[in-house]
C-alpha cells in the first residue's frame, strides 16, 4: 500500500582523506582494497561486497571493515580523521571532495548506483498536498544539486 516514485540516481564513491593516502597509499584495483582499511555504511545491502565495474570487465569483492555503522555521517566523520576508504553515495561526499578534505580513489572503477526514492501511502484520492509536495521535492532537489549529482 506503499507508492514509490523515483528521485534520481546517485553515484557512491570510494574516498579518503589524503592524510590516509599519503600514509597507506592509493589503491588501484579492486584487490588493493584488502590491504587498506575499509569504512563500510552496514545498512547497505550486501555491505561487505563490492560489485566493481570498469567498462566492459565487472569484479566483486570481498572488504574486511576497520569501522562500520549504520550512519553515514559516522562513516564520514572517520573518512575525514584519516581511519580509512569509506563507500558513499556522492550526495553525503561532495562538499569534502571539492574542498580537498576528501579524495576519490580508484574513479575508473563504478560501483552501482544508489536509488534515491520518494514513498507515500497509497490512498485512492491522494491528497493534492502529497501530489504537489512530492512533485516540488523532486524538481528542488534536481535543480539546487551539484551539476553531476545525479546520474543520467
Do not use: C
Not at 545491502?45 to 566493481?52: A, E, I
Amino acid at each position: 500500500s506503499i507508492v514509490i516514485r523515483r528521485l534520481g540516481r546517485v553515484p557512491r564513491l570510494l574516498a579518503a582523506a589524503p592524510d590516509y593516502l599519503a600514509r597507506r597509499g592509493l589503491p588501484r584495483e579492486p584487490a588493493d582494497l584488502g590491504e587498506h582499511d575499509m569504512l563500510v555504511y552496514n545498512l547497505a545491502h550486501d555491505p561487505y561486497s563490492l560489485r566493481l565495474k570498469r567498462g566492459s570487465v565487472a569484479k566483486t569483492i570481498r572488504i574486511r571493515a576497520a569501522l562500520d555503522s549504520n550512519d553515514g555521517q559516522i562513516i564520514r566523520q572517520a573518512a575525514l580523521a584519516g581511519l580509512g576508504i569509506l563507500i558513499q553515495p556522492l550526495y553525503i561526499i561532495h562538499e569534502d571532495i571539492a574542498a580537498g578534505r576528501l579524495v576519490p580513489v580508484m574513479e575508473e572503477w563504478r560501483l552501482p548506483l544508489l536509488t534515491m526514492n520518494v514513498a507515500y501511502q497509497n490512498r485512492e484520492r491522494l491528497p493534492m498536498k502529497i501530489r504537489v509536495f512530492t512533485d516540488f521535492l523532486i524538481r528542488q532537489v534536481k535543480a539546487r544539486s551539484p551539476k553531476g549529482m545525479w546520474a543520467p
